[in-house]
């Protein structure tokens, strides 16, 4: 889809099945439905307020925009762990999760999977269980192909929505310097290696569209399956799909 805005295509969306391999459970299906649009010239409150809107209009909940909870990701750290999560050390981050000797050795120094692991466990459960908390600004390590916050190096302009503690949409202000897209994929693929894991080729034709020229736009993702969970009020994935 990024390729076709740097061709020329106007505001774009795409409803489509898409596969995880190794993701199943009450919020996961290895195969599920994403709902995924761009639109030009979006600043982060732009997308956002367009994000939300989309979840009320289809949930027939027109209420829902007035009365979302949008928090600064450090900021809901602080709140809610008492931890700044982009200078707190992997031992702090560990104990607030009470990881015993197993859960340490496997995630071992990685910054972002502890992080992760404390936002699904510690600090979502607590939001609000009838309406939206969006958390903006996650820290640039976890910025992906997100454009780096133009007033705060340390943060990027991504966002996530949660109804609940269900996340249900994932977005950003997208990254359209080529020469930092190499860099980031390079890291990656380094971070890779030092793993174990198998290396990555990249996408040549996506890295061929950012050189041509991406212009200003914000892109987000939407679980439509998730989005009918909180439609049916059920907590299980597999109670909205045929077969699973």
Known sequence: MKRLIAAGYPDIFSICRVFRDGESGSKHLPEFTMVEWYRHSMTLDGVIADTVQLIAEVLERPELPSSVCRQDYVTVFRDSVDLDPCAASIDELADTVAADKNLRASIGDDRD??????????????????????????????????????????????????????????????????DELVRRLESDLQARRSSGLPAVVPDEQLLAAHRSGLPDC?????????????????????????FY
């Open 113 to 178: 999977a502890w992080l992760d692991l404390m936002m699904a466990t510690k600090i979502s459960p607590a939001f609000r269980t009838d309406g939206l908390t969006v958390i903006q600004h996650y820290p640039a390590s976890q910025a992906a192909l997100a454009r780096i916050c133009p007033a705060n190096a340390a943060v990027a302009d991504r966002f996530e929505v949660y109804f609940g503690d269900l996340e249900l949409a994932n977005g950003y202000v997208e990254l359209s310097d080529a």
């Open 218 to 242: 914000a892109g987000v993702a939407l679980g439509f399956e998730r989005l009918h969970m909180v439609d049916a009020n059920v907590d299980d994935i597999r109670n909205v799909v045929s």
